[in-house]
């Protein structure tokens, strides 16, 4: 065993350190040469700025002017100074703190004026590492009259060099000393345990004896039988769950919601029909890793809503292949049937060019609707390139789907969210007998704000082509009636909440969406409670991030300008001014993944973000603790259901939203009811969450008493407010909300040509 722990751990730090060193020397390389490039780039602008003056002084034998034009640039940032030489190599003009330097004229002005052309060179001299940019003077005939050389002090980059270095080597340090204790570990648990876990688990799982919340062991030694065994045990396991959770509600007269109830409820409202849904994201992803294709589910609410519906009904994804190996994995009509190890649907990947990705996705889209419908003082921005690409792409989705549903009888659509405004006008004059649904999953402001937008009407156009527009709260639903009231000639009806255009029926209604809410067994009484789980977890987590504090909050947030995470860390300093007794005890933790960055206005928050948080640690940073702790990337649902678990209070503060699904995350993920959350009175999440501290985010000073108070709240108080709270997404969870969005449209009354309605018969109508 012991020579087994060698062989595997020298090879891996050699690897590792050899990797390392040949990345980090390219990374040095390049980044040298840029600060090279950048000091010769700003000589040429300045040689070229002064050669001009100095010629005209040549001309006039003006001394005295090229001694002024020497002193007055010899006082720039890193500029040592500027030296004039006449055509024999005699200095006419020198910044006197080069004249210890240059004894004569220097031999790059000599090769300059000799070959009539500018060079630029780095030189050691004297023991500074100088660069001199060296270019010929000439006379109005065109005679090289001199030279002139441009002297910078390049020692800053020979220091970055060495700074970068001492960096690499700490870093290779640490991840060979990681290496280390990673093998070790995987050598003393990773052999001998798997097998025996896997028989324990297979005997629990025979026997009927294993937790339905039990980890599946690793199967790494046991491919490729892993796959179907683990895909067997899922099964079973969760056909267990929604047994006994069944059997539970049953006896306990509740009504909550699961996949299963989501599932027949719909199925008996499609009345044997399919169910379409088009998205933007894709519910599998094929990205390529080396050589193997990896198969990526994206962290999203809408495909745990949708997807028990789709495979009831053998129903179709319609989604953008983004996966850089998606097109390998499909038919040549582009059809993938999903999920991979159990396939009940139909995945549908449409394919955009990158000109069309960036115009109708990061430009329409997410530049110009985004900020016009979160009023998140981002001016938005309305190309008429990007509108083109927007209808093209809308275009490209309606025909995809219309392909799809070519053989089914009054089917079923449901587009999400403001990627396809178009695309329900575009898909009824096709079909008119087709039920579809649009679900805005923005807010949509009010009548003043959204006709800054030039294309109103036809958005509005498109968007009514829907028989069934769901917003998140009433509100939205009021605004987006006064819109259509003041942009567009229709008949609006206030009672019913409908518009009628173009003799077709249209209803508003809101359907606030939710989060998966996992039941969890029945807490037991605060004086029999074993030692808290849940500060385990925490210890673990404070351990990981490597703080010692008493109080954690925490914040889950794409890094985006709606979402209001400068000001909160704004709170957080605020917060300990006025309570100095908790510097040193609390620290606040940002999750911040990053999103669309290449978009300008998201690449400066993202630094501003980083350049706060570092501003306030510098303020009260101690030794073993700091206020903030930023952490940039993407987490997963499991990774973050421990940092809810662990928090003290959950801050969740945007400027505006639609929703936030992350305040019910943190919610559902509390069943030990603890935690607070304080939550911004500007989402839609407010709306129904109104025992949690309520807050404006633009008020510093109001959230910094609520972190306070939060954190000085009577236990029994806190835990009473988070009891309801999470009441209330337990009842009005993800798949309730599928259910009544799919309720309401199934009952829609279709308004279609008297023709298809006698070919449509009573599948046509699933009241």
Request: charged fraction near 25%; glycine fraction near 6%.
């Amino acid at each position: 065993m012991r020579l087994l722990r060698v062989r595997l751990i020298v090879p891996l730090i050699l690897g590792i350190a050899l990797v390392s060193l040949l990345s980090s020397w390219y990374e040095v390389h390049m980044a040298l040469r840029g600060l090279r490039s950048d000091l010769d780039r700003r000589s040429v602008v300045l040689g070229d700025s002064l050669v001009g003056n100095v010629e005209r002084a040549l001309d006039r034998g003006s001394d005295r002017d090229l001694e002024n034009i020497a002193l007055r640039f010899g006082n720039r940032e890193h500029l040592a100074g500027i030296a004039i030489c006449d055509a024999g190599g005699s200095f006419l003009a020198i910044t006197p703190i080069l004249r210890p330097r240059f004894l004569t004229c220097p031999p790059s002005v000599v090769r300059a004026m000799a070959g009539n052309r500018a060079q630029g060179i780095f030189l050691d001299s004297g023991g500074s590492y100088l660069h001199i940019y060296a270019l010929p003077v000439h006379r109005e005939n065109g005679e090289v009259a001199g030279g002139m050389a441009i002297v910078d002090d390049a020692g800053y980059i020979r220091d970055e060099g060495w700074r970068m270095w001492r960096q690499i080597f700490l870093r290779v340090l640490l991840e060979a000393l990681l290496i280390v204790l990673a093998t070790l570990l995987i050598v003393r648990w990773s052999i001998t345990g798997p097998i025996a876990n896997a028989a324990q688990w297979m005997r629990g799982l025979r026997t009927g004896r294993i937790s339905p919340r039990q980890e599946v062991p690793d199967y790494d030694f046991f491919r490729p039988l892993a796959q179907e065994v683990t895909t067997f045990a899922e099964s079973l396991k969760q056909a267990r769950v929604a047994a006994e959770t069944e059997a539970r509600l049953r006896e306990q007269g509740e009504s909550l919601w699961t996949p299963e109830r989501l599932a027949v409820h719909v199925r008996s409202r499609l009345g044997g029909s399919r169910l379409f849904v088009v998205a933007n994201r894709e519910p599998y992803m094929h990205l390529r890793q080396g050589k193997a294709v990896e198969t990526i589910v994206p962290a999203s609410g809408l495909v745990t809503a949708l997807e028990p519906v789709l495979r009831t009904c053998d129903g179709t994804w319609v989604a953008h292949g983004a996966g850089d190996a998606d097109m390998e994995m499909v038919d040549p009509h582009g059809r993938l049937r999903v999920p991979p190890d159990d396939p009940r649907y139909t995945l549908r990947r449409v394919w955009l060019t990158k000109e069309e990705e960036e115009g109708y996705y990061y430009g329409f889209a997410n530049e110009g609707l985004w900020p016009l419908c979160h009023i998140a003082h981002t001016r938005p921005l309305f190309r008429s390139s990007d509108w083109e690409h927007y209808q093209r792409v809308n275009r490209k989705f309606a025909e995809a789907v219309l392909e799809e549903m070519q053989d089914t009888e009054a089917p079923v659509l449901l587009a999400q969210d403001y990627h396809f405004a178009l695309l329900p006008r575009l898909v009824k004059q096709q079909r008119p007998e087709v039920r579809v649904a649009i679900f805005w999953h923005i807010p949509w402001p009010n009548p003043e704000v959204f006709g800054i937008c030039p294309m109103q009407r036809e958005l509005l156009d498109g968007l009514l082509g829907a028989d069934l527009i769901g917003f998140h709260i009433q509100s939205h639903c009021n605004n987006f009636m006064q819109t259509v009231d003041r942009a567009l000639e229709s008949r609006a009806d206030w009672e019913h909440f409908s518009v009628r255009r173009r003799d077709h029926l249209t209803l508003v209604r809101p359907f606030p969406i939710s989060v998966e809410f996992q039941e969890e067994k029945p807490i037991p009484d605060p004086t029999s409670r074993p030692p808290d789980v849940a500060s385990v977890e925490r210890n673990a987590l404070l351990k990981e991030l490597g703080v010692d504090t008493l109080f954690l909050g925490v914040g889950v947030d794409r890094v985006d300008y709606t979402k209001g995470i400068l000001e909160r860390l704004l709170a957080v300093e605020r917060f300990l001014e006025r309570y100095p007794s908790y510097q040193g005890k609390f620290t606040f933790v940002q999750v911040g993944a990053p999103s669309r960055t290449h978009i300008k206005r998201y690449h400066d928050l993202f630094a501003e973000v980083e350049s706060e948080a570092e501003r306030i640690n510098w303020r009260f940073q101690g030794e073993r603790w700091k206020p903030i702790v930023f952490l940039k990337r993407q987490h997963s649902h499991e990774e973050l259901r421990h940092f809810y678990r662990a928090a003290d209070v959950c801050l969740v503060t945007s400027l505006h939203d639609g929703m936030n699904l992350v305040a019910k995350e943190f919610l559902a993920a509390r069943d030990d009811e603890e935690g607070m959350l304080v939550l911004s009175r500007f989402t839609g999440a407010a709306h129904e969450l109104r025992d949690a501290i309520l807050v404006n985010p633009y008020d510093i000073n109001q959230m910094s008493q609520a972190i306070h108070f939060a954190l000085e709240m009577d236990s029994a108080d806190r835990r009473a407010r988070m009891r309801h709270l999470r009441e209330v997404v337990k009842e009005n969870n993800v798949y309730r909300w599928a259910g009544n969005l799919m309720a309401d449209l199934c009952g829609v009354r279709l308004d279609v040509p008297q023709e298809l309605e006698a070919s449509a018969g009573s599948k046509a109508s699933v009241a």
